[in-house]
Structure formats: structure tokens, C-alpha cells
């Protein structure tokens, strides 16, 4: 089993930032078998939708909606994923979740949410 925590999320105006950060944590043998880790959000009455992803090796993928203004990285020795998000929009607003993948084991686990709100 890996357990994932985020953290960082919060009430900020538009163009401004937050720093949503994850962390994993488990069995050696359920870490080291992480490949992808990333975000993925959900707004009111729509369906959760990727975020952004980034591999062990640091291979990252970003939603059309975030590049240029979102960036995800992953401190493998802490086994941690991280988030900046810049020049925030209403309609970032959303319930982030952190995802973890083990494609080895074809398992994935998703972390409890944090919500974002963007509003002036």
C-alpha cells in the first residue's frame, strides 16, 4: 500500500500562486515501485481531469489548460511530488488530488484531495 498526503492548498486571487505538494510514503518495495506521480483536479459538476504528470526519470506532461503556468516536479529521495501553480484562474478552481502509479504491480492510489479556490 503507498499513502499519499497533499498539502498546500488554500483561497488566493486571480494571478496569484500556490505550491501543492504531496507526499508518499509506504513499504520500500511499494516506493520503489512508483513510476508516474501527478495531479489531477475536479470541479463542481465535472469529471476529475489530468493535471499533470511527472516520471521517476523526470519525463513531465501538462493539460493544454496549465502549461506555461503550472510546473511539476518530484524530489525522489523525499518521495514527494510538488506543484507551482502561477498566474491562477477562476476556473483552476478544483479539488486537487495527488496519483501515484506502479504500472509493475498495475496499481494506482490517489491521495485525499485539497481544494484550490481562486476568487477575488
Known amino acids: 500500500q503507498v499513502q499519499l498526503v497533499e498539502s498546500g492548498g488554500g483561497l488566493v486571487q486571480p494571478g496569484g500562486s500556490l505550491r501543492l505538494s504531496c507526499a508518499a510514503s509506504?513499504?520500500?518495495?511499494?516506493?520503489?515501485?512508483?513510476?508516474?506521480m501527478g495531479w489531477y483536479r475536479q470541479a463542481p459538476g465535472k469529471q476529475r481531469e489530468l493535471v499533470a504528470t511527472?516520471?521517476?526519470?523526470?519525463?513531465?506532461t501538462y493539460s493544454d489548460s496549465v502549461k506555461g503556468r503550472f510546473t511539476i516536479s518530484r524530489d525522489n529521495a523525499k518521495n514527494t511530488v510538488y506543484l507551482q501553480m502561477n498566474s491562477l484562474k477562476p476556473e483552476d478552481t478544483a479539488v486537487y488530488y495527488c496519483?501515484?502509479?506502479?504500472?509493475?504491480?498495475?496499481?494506482?492510489?490517489w491521495g485525499q484531495g485539497t481544494q484550490v479556490s481562486v476568487s477575488s
Open positions: 496519483n501515484a502509479v506502479q504500472p509493475s504491480l498495475s496499481a494506482d492510489y
Open positions: 509506504g513499504s520500500i518495495f511499494n516506493i520503489i515501485n512508483i513510476n508516474a
Open positions: 511527472v516520471t521517476r526519470g523526470g519525463t513531465t
